[in-house]
């Protein structure tokens, strides 16, 4: 697997070939609480770079679920639609969001890594 990418939007990227896995971070879901509910974009939909994909919904508010690359959906995690108490268990592993076939990897040079990261959720938190 390669490295974990992350947006200021609280969303994880990981990249195979062309193929990027998406969920939301840890920290993302310490924000939201207990999930109750997730939405996925449709499997073929084309996604712009920080456009919104999906929905999260908890206890305690609903948040919207960007996309920090643009490209087509080739795949979606219906386990979380189905138990989203899942996103809490494994946020940044088996509770992934979606997967994208990526139009252009540059964009991956805009995104944190986990150091970056975890430095801006921080500051942010506080």
Known sequence: MSEV???KEHEWITLEGDVATIGIT???TE???DIVFAELPEKGSNLEKDGTAGVVESTKA???VYTPVSGEVVDTNQ???DDP???NEDPEGGAWF???KIKDTSELDTLMNKEEYDKF???TSS
């Open 5 to 7: 990418k992350f947006s």
């Open 26 to 28: 840890k920290h993302a």
């Open 79 to 81: 386990s979380i639609v």
């Open 31 to 33: 924000m939201l609480g």
């Open 62 to 64: 609903a948040s919207d």
């Open 85 to 87: 108490a899942k996103i």
């Open 121 to 123: 959720a921080k500051e």
């Open 98 to 100: 979606f997967k994208l």
